[in-house]
């Protein structure tokens, strides 16, 4: 793998520190024109386009009902509220899994967990795996990541087909920030470093045609300047703070792209690998089940133009199908997928005519799942699955079916009245499905996932993560 620059310590550009001068000093909004306009024959003809560039900000532990452009009356997220609303948003996304790993190797392959079989600390993404960013690689593209989760690290089998993929050089933020996150271990650096990073790479890069991706981290360590908004001393207050801090690292990203003449040929994509509890179940944080507030997350596709009004897909999917239709809009596959381009239901809702088949992406069976217990191999594991149809959510605990929950979420979507007892026939239908769901996974490459040994190190830099990890 050719790493170049990207893997050195890179020399900190001036127009870079001006940058983010700006950043601690205001609140500036991506608020100029920079696209042209257009709509559903403009989307369908990015496929024959040679120029475009993709930018995919994945943003750790982003609750959508934490965001404006999701219902939110904080203004948490005044820049990406502009940005969804000239783009397309897809209002009921799931998350495959509450924790990292076991959610990014669904979203990356386009696979559900029981099927790639990456649930355990110590699962590796198989080389014969089919990443994106090989898709990407392959087409053409120059491919880079930058990342701060341990859990999406080489060592895990997560840089296939980047021509790039780093943790950035820590140390170089320029913003007085506060940490509300109860860890005792901070993770090192913070997004300034990445942003500031992402942005050298368009300098070094920008007349490439390129695919970018971005794994944004403080979100997840409640991390925030003291130029956010003062929501209150709570945990929840901490992380609408750094949700904020969040969204101007973005909205100064989106400024360099325009000052480099790149936002009308990217393509940019905000999607999250799962949420954060607070009480709503009775626990804070994530990766120990799959209630909504966990699994609820945003992905909103922005186009290299502006589209008057929106578009909001209404239509619940998840993350599983977030590649396929990025790849299908710029004329790709990913090889293998489960998940499905969701252009059909895009074009629906712009007022299109969408193609012959797109009834099969309604109704869908939509799963989730985690393995409790999966940070320590040495002990027995709790599996949950997750199953949405309709409006029905179940969660069915494969070890004791007795704690099996059914949610309506049409009437209940906080789901907090379990009717597991009272509606037998939708419990034994789903439950069913679940079942149906684990014994016929199959792995789609033949093989099943490597197991890595972790050493001292990356277990602390894990461990700072907040998990409770052993070997």
């Given at each position: 793998m050719s790493r170049g620059l990207l893997q050195s310590p890179w020399p900190y550009f001036a127009g870079a520190a001006l940058l983010f001068v700006l950043l601690v000093a205001s609140q500036i909004q991506v608020d100029r024109p920079a696209r042209p306009v257009?709509?559903?024959?403009?989307?369908?003809?990015?496929?024959?386009?040679?120029?475009?560039?993709?930018?995919?900000?994945?943003v750790d532990t982003l609750r959508a009902d934490r965001l404006g452009s999701y219902g939110y009356q904080r203004p948490t997220t005044p820049n990406l509220d502009q940005l969804a609303a000239g783009g397309i948003l897809f209002e009921r996304v799931r998350s495959q899994s509450s924790w990292t790993k076991t959610s990014m190797a669904s979203l990356w392959t386009g696979t559900r967990p029981a099927v790639n079989g990456i649930l355990e600390s110590q699962h590796v993404v198989p080389d014969e795996a089919v990443l994106p960013a090989?898709?990407?690689?392959?087409?053409?593209?120059?491919?880079?990541?930058?990342?701060?989760?341990?859990?999406?690290?080489?060592?895990?089998?997560?840089?296939?087909?980047?021509?790039?993929?780093?943790r950035p050089v820590a140390g170089r933020s320029r913003a007085q920030l506060q940490r509300g996150n109860p860890s005792t271990h901070p993770l090192q650096g913070t997004d300034e470093d990445l942003?500031?990073?992402?942005?050298?790479?368009?300098?070094?890069?920008?007349?490439?045609?390129?695919?970018?991706?971005?794994?944004?981290?403080?979100?997840?360590?409640?991390?925030?300047?003291?130029?956010?908004?003062?929501?209150?001393?709570?945990?929840?207050?901490?992380?609408?703070?750094?949700?904020n801090w969040t969204d101007r690292l973005i909205a100064h990203l989106v400024e360099a792209l325009i000052e480099r003449d790149l936002l009308a040929k990217t393509i940019l994509v905000l999607a999250s690998d799962h949420g954060e509890a607070f009480n709503e179940h009775g626990s804070e944080g994530h990766a120990r089940n799959l209630y909504r507030e966990v699994a609820h997350v945003p992905l909103?596709?922005?186009?290299?133009?502006?589209?008057?009004?929106?578009?909001?897909?209404?239509?619940?999917?998840?993350?599983?199908?977030?590649?396929?239709?990025?790849?299908?809009?710029?004329?790709?596959?990913?090889?293998?997928?489960?998940?499905?381009?969701?252009?059909?239901?895009?074009?629906?809702?712009?007022g299109a005519?969408?193609?012959?088949?797109?009834?099969?992406?309604?109704?869908?069976?939509?799963?989730?799942?985690?393995?409790?217990?999966?940070?320590?191999?040495?002990?027995?594991?709790?599996?949950?699955?997750?199953?949405?149809?309709?409006?029905?959510?179940?969660?069915?605990?494969?070890?004791?079916?007795?704690?099996?929950?059914?949610?309506?979420?049409?009437?209940?979507?906080?789901q907090q009245r379990n009717l597991a007892s009272e509606r037998a026939q939708e419990v034994a239908e789903l439950?069913?499905?679940?079942?149906?769901?684990?014994?016929?996974?199959?792995?789609?490459?033949?093989?099943?996932?490597?197991?890595?040994k972790l050493n001292e190190l990356q277990l602390g830099q894990l461990r700072a993560l907040g998990y409770a990890v052993e070997q």
């Open positions: 257009g709509g559903a024959e403009e989307l369908l003809a990015l496929r024959s386009r040679n120029d475009l560039n993709v930018v995919f900000l994945l090989e898709v990407f690689q392959q087409a053409g593209y120059r491919t880079a990541g930058l990342w701060r989760n341990g859990w999406v690290a080489p060592n895990f089998g997560f840089d296939q087909g980047f021509d790039s993929y780093v942003t500031t990073s992402a942005i050298e790479f368009l300098d070094n890069y920008g007349h490439q045609r390129f695919f970018l991706y971005l794994h944004y981290m403080d979100v997840h360590q409640y991390l925030y300047d003291d130029k956010a908004p003062s929501f209150g001393n709570s945990y929840s207050d901490a992380y609408d703070q750094s949700v909103i596709l922005v186009p290299p133009f502006e589209i008057e009004g929106g578009i909001r897909v209404s239509e619940p999917v998840s993350n599983l199908d977030a590649f396929p239709t990025l790849l299908d809009l710029v004329g790709l596959e990913l090889p293998h997928a489960e998940g499905r381009s969701l252009v059909p239901l895009i074009l629906e809702a712009a005519t969408a193609p012959e088949g797109s009834d099969g992406l309604r109704g869908r069976p939509i799963y989730t799942q985690i393995n409790r217990g999966w940070g320590r191999p040495k002990t027995p594991k709790r599996p949950l699955v997750g199953v949405r149809r309709g409006e029905w959510q179940m969660f069915h605990d494969l070890a004791d079916s007795s704690r099996d929950e059914l949610y309506d979420e049409a009437s209940d979507p906080g439950s069913s499905l679940a079942k149906e769901y684990v014994d016929g996974a199959t792995s789609p490459w033949g093989v099943a996932p490597p197991e890595v």
